[in-house]
């Protein structure tokens, strides 16, 4: 631990840095840069970037080569060699996984789990649609991307998996990179066995993407992916989406901003914006107040408490290139900033006004009202999904739900005494668009 501290105190002039006040030379400038997303947290620049240019030959590498490409990427990406029947987990490990994992762990996870499935089937419009003009119908095989290479992720097993299960999806299917021992981490094995999932595959990255996208020949491809990922997992997402396949949203990696009001504990603010830097050394921690104090008091609470973590490097790393804390003239101003910045994760702790700044917010995949309610609680426990949308795509992106997983036909029926009452208004408007074939559709009918 000294040494970490020693390193601690290194840092310290580093994080100094990301302290933005009005007084600076450069503050319109700084700030404009952070809603302009110039340092995105990992995410890459444009298609012909180098790093896309990377992720897109993966994926016509895996096109192309199927379980033999697949495999090769395996060995290069995860230091693992696997054969293709090696791929899928077989189905006695999940249940040796599930059969040891720690009863109390178990007992909170299928505590969560319940969580979860409660909120989704309450806000499931499936099952609710009572027009005759719309059928809603489940998306039939769906891929679920678990992150596991810094941290085994069971919660997003569950705030995937569970959404789709609510929405009445047959298949799904897991992947996840095989970073303990040479596999998945037992932990996710458990909760996938929990939930009744069999059919996990331990590869991961922008390949898994690509193998979920097209198919080879021992994975079925599936209709829709989902789930959160870094920024490979990410981008190939995107490069994917429409062509074979659909997507929820692009969600990794993390972020949080945190407005904080002039009574906001520095301690948990500090602590919130640390829980998102330790995901990765790419992600994104903001805190926007209008109280200069509160800012110095953050910035000091996050040089205390960094030495104390695990994770250290990483957050360490995180903060110093993403993250910031910005003092604004006043609230609306902060409320400004938000709506612009558009995170994956907004804390809004303001007290008594919370909610009602809350209220003003337009663009966050999840809001977290008031100083009692830490991204964590989202995380794990309340009922909506933690996969939400990253990188100012919380705009036109919402969380993930199981609203994602059924697909709507539109159902339109007229009859003859209809048709005959709407004809000239249909063919007047064919007729504009100098579409014969579309009058004569109609013309034929009135003869008949």
């Known amino acids: ?39 995105p947290g990992g995410r890459f620049a444009g298609y012909d970037s180098k790093d896309s240019l990377a992720v897109r030959d993966i994926i016509r590498t895996i096109y192309k080569g199927g379980d033999k490409a697949l495999a090769k990427f395996t060995e290069k990406f995860d230091g693992v060699k696997l054969k293709p029947d090696e791929f899928r987990v077989p189905k006695k490990d999940l249940e040796k996984a599930r059969k040891e994992i720690d009863a109390n762990l178990l007992k909170s996870l299928r505590q969560a789990i319940e969580n979860v499935r409660q909120y989704q089937t309450e806000i499931f419009i499936g099952n609710k649609n009572i027009h005759p003009g719309i059928k809603y119908t489940s998306i039939k095989r769906v891929g679920l991307c678990i992150p596991g290479a810094s941290a085994p992720l069971p919660s997003t097993v569950i705030m995937t998996a569970v959404p789709a299960q609510v929405a009445g999806v047959k298949e799904i299917v897991v992947v996840s990179p095989p970073r303990y021992k040479g596999s998945i981490h037992p932990v996710i094995l458990a909760v996938c066995c929990e939930l009744g999932i069999n059919e996990v595959y ?28 870094n920024q490979w997992v990410t981008t190939a997402k995107k490069m ?19 407005i904080a009001g002039d009574k906001a504990n520095p301690a948990w603010v500090a602590a919130d914006m640390l829980s998102q830097s330790e995901h990765a050394a790419d992600s994104i921690a903001i805190a926007v107040t209008d109280s200069k104090l509160v800012a110095e008091n953050i910035l000091k609470e996050l040089k205390n408490q960094l030495v104390t973590l695990t994770r250290a490097k990483d957050a360490q790393e995180s903060l110093s290139k993403f993250g910031a804390i910005v003092v604004v003239a006043n609230m609306a101003k902060a409320i400004d900033f938000a709506n612009d910045f558009a995170a994956e994760h907004l804390e809004i702790q303001c007290g008594k006004e ?41 705009k036109f992106f919402s969380a993930l739900s199981s609203n994602d997983f059924i697909k709507s036909t539109s159902i339109i029926e007229f009859d003859k005494k209809q048709l005959t009452e709407n004809a000239a208004d249909i063919i007047r408007i064919a007729q504009t668009e100098g579409l014969d074939a579309h009058v004569k559709s ?3 009918r009135r003869q008949g």
């Not at 631990?1 to 009005?22: A, N, Q, W, Y």
């Not at 690509?210 to 789930?227: C, F, P, Q, Y």
Request: proline share 5%; hydrophobic share 40%; aromatic share 4%.
């Open 202 to 229: 331990r590869i991961g990255g922008a390949q898994a993407v690509a193998a979920l996208a097209a198919g080879t020949e021992t994975i079925r491809k599936v209709d829709k992916i989902v789930g959160p990922g």
């Open 1 to 39: 631990m000294e040494t970490l501290r020693i390193k601690g105190k290194i840092v310290s002039s580093e994080l100094d840095k990301i302290l933005i006040t009005p007084s600076q030379r450069d503050y319109d400038e700084r700030v404009k840069k952070l809603l302009e997303r110039k340092t």
């Open 354 to 394: 919370s909610r009602k700044i809350a209220d003003k917010i337009e663009n966050a995949g999840a809001i977290f009202i008031g100083d009692y309610t830490p991204v964590a609680v989202g995380d794990y426990w309340a009922g909506p999904s933690h996969t939400l949308p990253t990188g100012q795509t919380a």
């Open 442 to 444: 109609i013309k034929i």
């Open 240 to 258: 994917v989406s429409g062509d074979y396949v659909g997507i929820d949203c692009l969600a990794g990696p993390s972020e949080v901003l945190i």
